[in-house]
Nanobody
Framework: QVQLVESGGGLAQAGDSLRLSCAAS????????MGWFRRAPGKERESVAA????????NYADSVKGRFTISRDNAKRTVDLQMNNLKREDTAVYYC????????????????WGQGTQVTVAS
């Protein structure tokens, strides 16, 4: 049974940093691309960042470029999202997702999802 468990969310002030982590089990982690998505209140779920199975390629939403960094540790079976210079508009539930090999911007292309972790940024 595949499980993706997010952690690290919470309340932050604008300009602060938070680091989200996603721990994976039940899959061959090193063959899966990993992604972070978010759903803000009243909005659709959107892609935030993604990384290929070997970390060779990453992708970021324009809104987070230069502020967020995705990384993975295949030995630990984790994928992290370092979020710097947080803005109020980053407030959302953040989800971790997995799909084989390469990332996709299509939400339906991702096979496994975590339950999400809340990030709230106060101004």
């Amino acid at each position: 049974q595949v499980q993706l468990v997010e952690s690290g969310g919470g309340l932050a002030q604008a300009g602060d940093s938070l680091r989200l982590s996603c721990a994976a089990s039940g899959l061959t982690f090193s063959t899966y691309a990993m992604g972070w998505f978010r759903r803000a209140p009243g909005k659709e779920r959107e892609s935030v960042a993604a990384i290929t199975w070997n970390g060779g390629s990453v992708n970021y939403a324009d809104s987070v470029k230069g502020r967020f960094t995705i990384s993975r540790d295949n030995a630990k079976r984790t994928v992290d999202l370092q979020m710097n210079n947080l803005k109020r508009e980053d407030t959302a539930v953040y989800y971790c997702a997995a799909r084989l090999w390469y990332w996709s911007q299509e939400l339906g292309a991702w096979n496994y999802w975590g339950q999400g972790t809340q990030v709230t940024v106060a101004s």
